[in-house]
C-alpha cells in the first residue's frame, strides 16, 4: 500500500477508536432516546416514604387515633429513596455523557449524587448487596472523570468499554428496585385499601344505598389510580431492560460488527425503548 492511501486510512482509524467506526448518530439518538426514558422515574408518583406514610396512616385510622402530629418511623425508607435517587441519576449522567461525547462533546457530571457513597446495608424494604456498591462506586468514579480530556481524547469506546460492566448491574438493580421493591409495596397499599372497604361492608358501617355507592366509586377510583402507577412501573422496568439489552450490544459489537450491523441493532433497542416510552406517556394524566 503506498502512502498515498495508507495516510487517509490511518485517520479514519484513528477517527473510530476501538467501536469500529460506529455511526454516531446511532449512539447519540441511543443514548438520547435512553436519557429521556430513564428520566420517567420523575413521573412514578410512588416512593417508599409514600408507602411507610400511607400505611402509618392506615394503622391510625384502623385503630381510630387521633394525633395532633402524625409520627411515622420513616428513616429507614427516607434513606432507601435516597439510594434510589442517586442510582437513578448516575444511570442517567452516564446516557447523558454518553451523548454528549457521541457529538465530540466534554462531559459534565455533578459531584453532588456522589456525596454520600452507597455501601452495601439493609434499608427497611431496599437491600444493597456489594456488588451494586461496587459497580455504583465505579461508574460514579468513570462519571467524574469523563469531565475531563481523558475520555475527549479518546472517544466513545474508552467510555463505553470501562462503564459496560458496572451500568448492566445498576440498571438490573433499578429494574428489581422499581418492579419488585416500590411496586411489591404499592401491592400491598391495594390490600389494605381492598380490607378496608370490605371490612366497612362485612360490619354494616354503610347504611344507605348512597353510602354503598360512593364508596364502591371511591374504591374503584383509587383502584386505578393503583393499577396505572403498577403498570408505570412495569413499563419503566421493560424499558430499563431494553436500555441494558441495547448497550450490551453497543458493548459487544465495538471491536467485531460493522456499521450497518451495529446500527441495525441499536435502532432496533432504540425503536422498543421509545415504544415503551409512548406507552409510558399515555399513562400520565
Known amino acids: 500500500m503506498t502512502k498515498k492511501y495508507w495516510f487517509p486510512i490511518f485517520l479514519i482509524g484513528l477517527s473510530c477508536g476501538l467501536i469500529s467506526c460506529v455511526n454516531l448518530k446511532t449512539v447519540r439518538d441511543f443514548s438520547e432516546t435512553s ?27 384502623g385503630k381510630y387515633e387521633f394525633n395532633r402530629v402524625l409520627e411515622c418511623p420513616c428513616e429507614l425508607y427516607v434513606e432507601a429513596d435516597s439510594v434510589t435517587q442517586i442510582m437513578y441519576q448516575a444511570i442517567g449522567g452516564y446516557f447523558e455523557g ?10 459534565t457530571y455533578s459531584t453532588d449524587a456522589v456525596v454520600n457513597s452507597m455501601t452495601a446495608q439493609e434499608l427497611g424494604p431496599l437491600a444493597i448487596d456489594a456488588n451494586m456498591a461496587k459497580a455504583y462506586s465505579t461508574l460514579s468514579n468513570i462519571l467524574l472523570r469523563s469531565a475531563t480530556d481523558f475520555y475527549r481524547r479518546r472517544k466513545i469506546a474508552g467510555y463505553i468499554t470501562e462503564a459496560n460492566e458496572p451500568l448492566q448491574v445498576l440498571l438490573s438493580a433499578f429494574q428489581g428496585i422499581i418492579r419488585t421493591n416500590l ?29 354503598k355507592g ?31 439489552k441495547g448497550h450490551q450490544v453497543l458493548y459487544d459489537g465495538r471491536d467485531k460488527l460493522s456499521d450497518k450491523d451495529l446500527t441495525k441493532a ?12 409512548s406507552e409510558f406517556n399515555k399513562l400520565n394524566p
Request: net charge negative; aromatic share 10%.
Open 35 to 61: 436519557h429521556v426514558s430513564i428520566q420517567n422515574f420523575e413521573q412514578i408518583d410512588y416512593t417508599f416514604l409514600d408507602h411507610c406514610l400511607d400505611r402509618c396512616e392506615d394503622e391510625a385510622i
Open 98 to 107: 454518553l451523548g454528549n461525547l457521541s457529538q465530540n462533546e466534554l462531559t
Open 183 to 211: 411496586k411489591g409495596e404499592l401491592r400491598f397499599k391495594k390490600e389494605r385499601m381492598y380490607t378496608y372497604y370490605m371490612d366497612m361492608k362485612m360490619n354494616n358501617t354503610l347504611q344507605s344505598d348512597y353510602e
Open 214 to 244: 360512593k364508596a364502591t366509586g371511591d374504591y374503584y377510583r383509587v383502584l386505578e389510580e393503583i393499577q396505572t402507577k403498577e403498570k408505570q412501573m412495569d413499563l419503566f422496568a421493560e424499558a430499563l431492560n431494553a436500555i441494558a
Open 266 to 277: 441499536i435502532n432496533g433497542n432504540s425503536a422498543q425503548v421509545k415504544r415503551l416510552l
